[in-house]
């Protein structure tokens, strides 16, 4: 038989073979240091019912080095997948206004716009809290 | 050695290394390299054929309008989908690998089976549905409502698409960023009335939910097609059906199905 | 050898292959139509057209002007009665199209679009951007699989056709994937093959356009009509020859020299037209014969412009402006990007003529039908006698659309299959393999890549825009040499799947039958007519009185063709001076008949 179509299979590390593909698992890698920011964050809450000392001994824990770290590293992935979100909303709800979509720059410089205001809202509220204080 | 008009021999020469495989000698593919005179309009495509003129008859490698549209001269150039006569060996200074698309079965050398794609394109009923056939007239379409599907009418079929999926390379059963983009194409159709029909396929497992959205697709499309938009947009559309449903009287229910073809 | 049984049997699966499929398929659901071709559908050279497609729509519009330009566009060698057929219908089949989903581009009413063609008296040619081709394929390619009884089978290489008595019984064909054979029975046969402009040099044309239809038919003693009336399109990228769409005119693009001059004027196209405000048959949207002619000149007189590869004008669109570009010619802007690294937005584009389609083909009736019982041929392979001498831009997607559908009916209506035993049927595929079994066996020493070269070469030598005795009868005594070579080829590669060499192999034995018909026909038409162009000092004229006629290519095994005559039908529009620009206003002011 003359035909013998070779079957490519795909390898386990498939995902670490082009650059593309690095930067997709990088994305949906930010996950990790999120989980560890939300568990910390949880754990907090769990100490925060279990009186003052255990509240105390959670802030102890949060501002040792390392956690502090891993909580800085949470903050810099959840900023990397917003920009990789943002990038890809348009392409999932193009926004159409008198009949012509929206260019995709503008929307996403419109959800960094949000982002920013965002921030400015909790700076002026936290601020606001020091301030009376 | 004898060089054809196309390319004079006094140019410079790069290092082109192309990924071989007969059939009827070889269990899996082999590298060969091929020292290829060059110059700033040397396409991969020109490359391909002077090799095949000049050094090696047997090369087998799909081509036909070396203007980028009729979508045969697919090849992975240093592991990214490209078309073959829009990929300038100028841009490769130092030497490139050349081989068959991705996630497809390989046939011959750079030739591979499109026959699944093809079945996935298939699959999703591409053509206007609900059109009157008696009609002696054409149907009004403002510049606004082609311009709502025309992108995704751009595609023209060459697969890069495919090539650049991993999910298709780990489940050949997902219809993939093309065939689904072209149902999507339909669906926005303002003369199509075929949604319903081509809903069941794209909300099934091998739809649009196969998608994980790493977007290489749509970097790679030679074309500007964006089949990752369409694939998303579809997830909404799927989402909405699959909610419309779960409130819908019983009668009206329609499960989705798998394709039957 | 495999077999199969078909009803209808359609070779090529571009646009004229598609709608007769899909007007077979229709006509009668209960036939089995088989759609063959070497590449996928969507490869086929349909795709690369790319500005538009005729057909009267416009009020003040008349079939009588499209007649009148089509027929006055081909030199009064179109057959009259198939043109008045044609421009009754086209209009119909792009509705046709419209409602098979094609994207024509449109008003802001949401009515179609129609833009300015060169040779067309106003504007009629219908749009998709600058890809019209490639939708109209694609959406043919679609709609084609809603019809079951359509089987297609892609990437088979038709090898011959299998006659009977002069009747067609059907073809032999290879699998490309796997190398094998397969004999089919049909009722009746439809060669939609396409066109043969890879015989030379330069052209717009696809790999596949090698005139394998054409060839075979011929073979089997079906005359090749007008076979020396070659078009040049006037606008190719220099190098690769890659097709800048005529639309670039039609939408307001010049033509300038090296000295920045609007030529065109000087060839009978004047008066010069302002910048922006394009004249219907004047300057840049003359006829595509009388563009690549000036060309031609202003090359010999050395006012083109040096490029690296070779002789160019410039082709300037710079005032349309960045917006209007982007939106009418779109992929324009983006093959000048790539390919000559020139943003037409920016800078004027290096252009120069390329082959790009032939008017003659394999000689049908006005209903498609061949000499051959049962044998059709519709497209650019055959000549249904729509273009005569020269052919109008965007005639001929809609020719593939009308004259598809044609051919497609005839087919189903006239699919009886002969009686014929399966043992004579297999004599006939027997002898028909013998050809590929001595490709796969032949020991000789010569090179397809060698000959198919030389023969491009001499075409582009003694066949090209202009032309005359000694550069034909030189270019004959090539392609003599080259078939004798040809008995002497070896196919290097010898196996069985995707053999491309071996494919290549039996396209350039068509494609030199095809070109020597193209040499012997240009070499006994001793007149100048629209594409065909004689440098003799006798010919240089266009003469009525001997040369009024259709020339007949009739195959001779082992010498050139013998060339014979037949009558054009000029029964609606007596011949006239054929004239453009402003030349032509008070002839066209007489006969502006409204028929719509």
Redesign the interface.
Known sequence: MSRKPYQPSMPANWWLKHPAYRFYMLREATVLPLLFFIGSLLYGLYCLSQGEASWLGWLNWMQQPWVMALNALALLASLFHAFTFFRLFPQVMPLRLGGRTLPASWMVAGQWLGVLLVFLALWWLLGGYHGSN | M?Q???IPSDKQHLSMTVQR??????D??VWQSYQVPYD??TSVLDALHWI???QD??L?????????????CGVMVD??PKLGC?TFLRDYPKGLKVAAL????????L?V??NQF?HHL?AL????IG???S?????????????R??QF??C??CGLCYS?C?QF??NPEFLGPAAIA?AHR?NL?S??QGKAERQPALNSKNGVWSC?????C??VCPKGV?P??AI??G??VSTMDGVIQWFSPKQLDTTPQEPTS | MRQLKTDILIVGGGGAGLRSAIAAAEADPTLKVTLLSKVYPMRSHTVAAEGGAAAVTLQHDSLTAHFEDTVAGSDWLAEQGVVDFFVKQAYQELVQLEHWGCPWSRQASGQVQVRRFGGMKTERTWFAADKTGFHILHTLFQTSLKYPSIQRLDEYFLLDLLVHEQSIVGALAIDIASGELLRIQAGSVILATGGAGRVFQFNTNGGIVTGDGMALAYRHGVALRDMEFVQYHPTGLPGSGILITEACRGEGGILLNKDGYRYLQDYGLGPETPLGQPQNKTMELGPRDKLSQAFWHEQQQGRTIQHPQGDVVHLDLRHLGERYLLERLPFICELAKAYVNVDPVRAPIPIRPAVHYTMGGILTDAHCATSIQGLYAVGECASVGLHGANRLGSNSLSELLVFGKVAGEQAATHCNQVRISDSVLQELANKAAEPIQRLRQGDGTEQWADLRQQLAHTMEQGCGIYRDEQGLSASLQVIADLKSRYQQLKVGDTSLAFNTELLHALELGFSLDVAEAMCQAALLRKESRGAHQRRDADYTKRNDQHYLQHSLACYQAGQAPRIDWQAVDTSIMPPAARLYGGAAKPEAASNTEKTK
């Open positions: 004898k054809p008009d196309s495989y007969r059939p009827e000698q070889d899996a593919p700033d309009s095949k003129e000049q008859s047997s087998a490698y799909r081509w036909s309008c070396r203007m980028a549209i009729c979508g045969s592991g990214t829009k991705a996630n497809f079965p390989i046939e011959k050398d030739i089976d499109m093809l298939t009923k591409p053509y206007l059109q009157p056939s009609a002696s007239e054409p149907n009004r379409q403002s510049p606004e409502q082609v311009k599907y025309q009418a751009n023209i079929n650049a991993p390379g780990l072209l339909y159709d003369r199509d994980t959205f790493v977007g290489f749509s970097t964006d990752a938009a998303n947009q997830k909404i």
